[in-house]
């Protein structure tokens, strides 16, 4: 399995206009997150589990996950994932995960919650410009990305994460989109299988 989390921290908590994607607290960035996580050309990619942890207003946190293996009519364009996740955020949520609809859950957990659950399934990774050069690091089996929105991670908030990850990741010298953290990170965990299956 392949996870991402991505910290929305402005990110609203209750159903929002679909004509105004960045005004509901950058909820454009979560959407495009969304889609590279999951999609292929013409396909959906199983192994993939997408968490967007919402911190915005008026009822923060929820967590809208979205499982590659369950999820229906779902297609890769922002307004189609936006939709999706107003839905999880149009119905009453609890602790723990409530279905939305085929692959859709909501919970209203928080960052610290969260990553002690993700933690006993997958090996915890932080996306970070500063961390261990990509192409020095091993990754590890079972890894779920930590990133943040377009501001990045509070001081707070990378305490927290400190505690949880096994490995802190720099994918360029550069400072990328979120989504374009994502595209790179499948490709290099595409790139083993790839090579075996051309040799
Ligand atoms: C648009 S960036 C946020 C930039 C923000 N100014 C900051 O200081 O974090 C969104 C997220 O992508 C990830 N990211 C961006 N560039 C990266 C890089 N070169 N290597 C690893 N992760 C990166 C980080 O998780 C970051 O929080």
Known sequence: MRGFLVVGNKAVTEPFSLNDLPGAGRMDVLCRCTSQALFI??????DVEVYLLLLGPPEPPKVVLV???EVKRMSPDERNVAGHIR???SIESGKRWKKVHSG???????LEELLEELSN?????????????ISKAKL???????LGDHEGLTEEQEEVVRNYV????????????????IVIVHYELDKPTYSSEIS
């Not at 859709?104 to 928080?110: L, Q, T, W």
């Not at 997958?122 to 961390?131: A, H, I, W």
């Not at 096994?166 to 953290?181: D, M, N």
């Open 104 to 110: 859709v859950y909501v919970s209203k957990k928080g």
């Open 41 to 46: 050309s013409h396909g959906i990619r199983k």
């Open 140 to 146: 590890p089996s079972n890894p779920l990305f930590i």
């Open 166 to 181: 096994t490995l802190k990741l720099s994918l360029s010298p550069l400072s990328l989109l979120a989504e374009q953290c």
């Open 121 to 133: 399934s997958y090996s915890l990774v932080y996306l970070k410009e500063d961390g261990v050069n």
């Open 87 to 89: 839905k999880a955020l």
């Open 67 to 69: 499982k590659g293996n």
